[in-house]
């Protein structure tokens, strides 16, 4: 089974940005994508994006436009770039590959 690590995460204004990363603790096959999910209290986890090696991403419609997942192979890196961040993207994200999850970290939008 596969570590994952997060980070990035913090606390920004309405319409700022961050970008999280997401350290995979070997190299990844391409034939299952690595994801990002983010989870309120009270709600159930929800998808994010997720990406296949030498695929197109794929988005959540309530990010499309403003989140850009990407992924560096040489590395075993995933990142998150998030861009006009709203107090609703608020929430832990984690990193999720199979049936591997990270820690998670807290993202926080509030003025």
């Known amino acids: 089974q596969v570590q994952l690590v997060e980070s990035g995460g913090g606390l920004v204004h309405p319409g700022g940005s961050l970008r999280l990363s997401c350290a995979a603790s070997r190299s990844l096959s391409s034939v299952h994508p690595l994801g990002w999910y983010r989870q309120v209290p009270g709600k159930q986890r929800e998808f994010v994006a997720n990406?296949?090696?030498?695929?197109?991403?794929n988005y959540a419609d309530s990010v499309k436009g403003r989140f850009t997942i990407s992924k560096d192979n040489a590395k075993n890196m995933v990142y998150l770039q998030m861009n006009s961040l709203k107090p609703e993207d608020t929430g832990v994200y984690y990193c999720?590959?199979?049936?591997?999850w990270g820690q998670g970290t807290q993202v926080t939008v509030s003025s």
């Open positions: 999720q590959y199979i049936n591997s």
């Open positions: 990406i296949f090696s030498g695929g197109s991403p």
